[in-house]
C-alpha cells in the first residue's frame, strides 16, 4: 500500500446544508492538515510545532493526516490522506450535517495510489431510519507498472486501466448504495 489515498466526497443534501458544507470547505481550502482539521473538530490535539498529532487524527479522522486536495462543486470535493480513506471524518461529517438535512448521505470513492485498496462507501439512513455505512473494497493491479512509459502499448493500457478502475469502482458505489438499507452497520457502532 502506498501512502496517498484519493477520496472523492459526494454529499448530497438540501441546500441550505450543502451552503454550510461548502462555507467549511472554502475556509479548509489551503491544502493544510492542521486547517482542515481545525475547520471541522473543535478538539484538534495540536503538536508544539503547530501540526495536527498523529494519535489525534488516527483516533478522529482515521488517518494519520487528511487535508483538503479540491473543492469541486455544490458539496463535491476530494481529500488526500495517509493509507487510508478518513472513514470517521466521513462520519462526523455526517453527524454534524444530519441536523441540518435529516435526509442527508454521503458517498464516497477512493483510490490509493498503488490502487490497493480501491473502494467506495456510503453513509446514508437504513430502512429503519438508522445512520449506517457500507464500504466495499479491492485491489487492482497496474498492468503498467512493469513498463516503460515510451513503450508502443503504454498509453492504450494505462488508458484501459483507468476506465477499469473507474468502472470497478462504480460498481463498488451501486453495492454500497444496495446494501446500506438492508445490511449497514450503525456509524454509532462501526469499528472499521
Known amino acids: 500500500m502506498a501512502n496517498h489515498l484519493k477520496s472523492m466526497v459526494e454529499v448530497h443534501a438540501n441546500e441550505e446544508t450543502i451552503k454550510y458544507l461548502d462555507e467549511l470547505l472554502e475556509r479548509a481550502?489551503?491544502?493544510?492538515?492542521?486547517?482542515?482539521a481545525q475547520t471541522f473538530y473543535n478538539d484538534v490535539e495540536v503538536a508544539e510545532s503547530g501540526g495536527v498529532m498523529n494519535s489525534w487524527s488516527l483516533d478522529?479522522?482515521?488517518?494519520?493526516?487528511?487535508?483538503?486536495?479540491?473543492?469541486?462543486?455544490?458539496?463535491?470535493?476530494?481529500?488526500?490522506?495517509?493509507?487510508?480513506?478518513?472513514?470517521?471524518?466521513?462520519?462526523?461529517?455526517?453527524?454534524?450535517?444530519?441536523?441540518?438535512?435529516?435526509e442527508v448521505s454521503i458517498e464516497v470513492q477512493y483510490e490509493d495510489e498503488g490502487y490497493?485498496?480501491?473502494?467506495?462507501?456510503?453513509?446514508?439512513?437504513?430502512?429503519?431510519?438508522?445512520?449506517?455505512?457500507?464500504?466495499?473494497?479491492?485491489?487492482?493491479?497496474n498492468p503498467t507498472e512493469d513498463m516503460d512509459w515510451d513503450d508502443e502499448d503504454y498509453d492504450r493500457v494505462q488508458m484501459e486501466f483507468m476506465?477499469?478502475?473507474?468502472?470497478?469502482?462504480?460498481?463498488?458505489?451501486?453495492?454500497?448504495?444496495d446494501l446500506v438499507y438492508s445490511d449497514g452497520e450503525p456509524i454509532d457502532s462501526y469499528q472499521g
Open 29 to 36: 481550502n489551503d491544502g493544510e492538515v492542521t486547517t482542515f
Open 116 to 141: 490497493s485498496p480501491i473502494g467506495a462507501l456510503v453513509i446514508k439512513k437504513d430502512l429503519d431510519g438508522t445512520p449506517c455505512i457500507w464500504v466495499e473494497e479491492d485491489d487492482m493491479d
Open 60 to 102: 478522529n479522522v482515521g488517518s494519520k493526516w487528511t487535508y483538503l486536495d479540491d473543492i469541486i462543486d455544490y458539496g463535491n470535493f476530494t481529500l488526500t490522506s495517509a493509507w487510508y480513506p478518513p472513514i470517521k471524518f466521513f462520519i462526523h461529517l455526517y453527524n454534524m450535517l444530519v441536523d441540518k438535512d435529516p
Open 163 to 177: 476506465e477499469s478502475i473507474y468502472e470497478r469502482q462504480q460498481e463498488l458505489l451501486r453495492e454500497c448504495r
